[in-house]
């Protein structure tokens, strides 16, 4: 099951649509949030995930950036099973919320991997560990691609609308297609809010069936934070679950009952 916690967490991000579309003026998110998700299969706590929001004292072309990094480890039992540790940081522009760099470093059982990566947009070069990588328009690491989608204009989505994700990770530039559902309530850790619900394409796999569903929730309100993930595995399911929020611009709003 390699590599399945920061595969899950990448799911939440959903980039932009297969139309052109725009981002709202205001910023959903500020320096000093920080939010915790955990990864449940069955009964068990198999991982948990703490993404925290800062400034960052270290300028990018000469421009103010936003740092953002996240730790993601197994717990328990799991850590016996297949003990992750593996943590991701990225710098972006806090006006246009592009990256400017990314890097990673994750040991999962015994496989262990590290990159580095520039984001030239003036150029459209990434720079990797394993080489240079030409781009066209905007593409994301995952943790901005996350922070990037929770600034999208949402207003206008119809139920079945495609939504295309790029992002660059480990090896290349790579697209994740993702259908909108609808509107739903979901319960998380935190309570039940109202979302919108999403099905991002799986690949069959060591760890999907070839009939796999994965569907996500995210906060209908200004913050957009994704607030549970549940995909069907070759033997039972995972569910990510929101367990943390704090320092949020906006207040979190769960539905009373």
Known sequence: MKNYLP????????????????????????????????????????????????????????????????????????????????????FIDPHTLLPYYYSEERKEASYKHSDKVTFDHEKDIITANRGKYPFKGNVFDFLSAYYYARNIDVSGLKIGQKLDLRYFLEDGIHTLTITYLGKEQVKCGLGTFNCLKFNPTIIPGRIFRKNSMLYLWITDDKNRIPVKAHVELVVGSLVMDLTQASGLKYPLNPVKK
């Open 7 to 90: 595969f899950l967490l990448l799911l939440f991000f959903t980039r932009s649509y297969c139309q052109e579309v725009a981002k709202t003026d205001e910023v959903a998110f500020q320096p000093g949030e920080q939010i915790t998700y955990k990864l449940k299969y069955g009964f068990f706590t198999a991982a948990e995930a703490v993404i925290k929001v800062a400034n960052s004292a270290q300028k990018f072309e000469g421009k103010p950036a936003l740092h953002i990094f996240a730790n993601a480890n197994t717990a328990g039992t799991f850590n016996l099973l297949f003990k992750v540790r593996n943590k991701y940081e990225t």
